[in-house]
């Protein structure tokens, strides 16, 4: 029983790359969530997904899209990066909405845009 | 908006010292969360606080719920090492809102 698991652990990107994000939750939870944590910001919410085939924007969501084409995985997109995007991003999931209920952090991804 | 403010922001103590860290907000939270988040991984979860006035121990950690549900606190006693890490206080009623989060470092 994995957990939550990202993918990859660290990546560096120059300015205006692509490049995909995969999280992956063996937990069969129906809630899925993208984070960024920046210093002395906490956590900030991307997108979320209340079940497979579903996607909404959380507090920043530009500059990002995702897909829940399978209830396990969430895929975080980054269509053209900028150095504004550097930060640790963290996928959770939950059973039920995160207010109500635990969520499991992937380990995180950290990104580097120069 | 909902915020919560997390005091302080970094706190470095001897081993066996208490401690209290502070999650803040003028709004109403219907419940909060308490996170542990160590360095390279993401947050765990410590405690859930639901009703205004409860209080929740875990060990060494004790939980406090607001009377007004507005606030909350985290009272460790005689800290140890391995209590090093960024604590974090969430809360809300559709998304969680997030603190900014108390760093803290016990020096053995």
């Known amino acids: 029983n994995a957990g939550v698991t990202q993918t990859p652990k660290f990546r560096v990107l120059k300015t205006g790359q692509s490049m995909t994000l995969l999280c992956a939750q063996d937990?069969?939870?129906?809630?899925m969530y993208w984070y960024r944590q920046d210093p002395g910001m906490g956590l900030r919410l991307i997108h979320y997904?209340?079940?497979?085939?579903?996607?909404a924007k959380g507090e920043v969501p530009d500059g990002y899209n995702v897909s829940r084409l399978k209830k396990q995985n969430f895929l975080l997109g980054l269509e053209s990066a900028a150095p504004s995007q550097t930060s640790v991003y963290f996928c959770?999931?939950?059973?039920?909405?995160?207010?109500?209920?635990?969520?499991?952090f992937g380990p995180g991804t950290r990104l580097l845009v120069l | 908006t909902q915020l919560l403010e997390q005091s302080p922001q970094f706190l470095s103590i001897q081993e066996g010292e208490n401690l209290t860290v502070y999650c803040n907000s003028s709004s109403v939270f219907s419940s909060l969360q308490w996170y542990r988040q160590e360095p390279g991984e993401g947050p765990v979860l410590l405690v859930t606080?639901?009703?205004g006035g409860e209080v929740k121990k875990l060990k060494r950690l004790t939980f406090q719920f607001g009377d007004a549900r507005k606030d909350s606190s985290l009272h460790i006693t005689a800290a140890q090492p391995g209590d090093t890490g960024l604590y974090l206080c969430a809360g809300g009623d559709y998304q969680l809102i997030w603190g900014a989060g108390t760093k803290l470092i016990i020096k053995p």
């Open positions: 959770a999931s939950s059973y039920r909405r995160a207010t109500q209920e635990t969520q499991y």
């Open positions: 606080v639901v009703t």
């Open positions: 937990m069969n939870h129906e809630y």
């Open positions: 997904s209340v079940g497979e085939g579903t996607t």
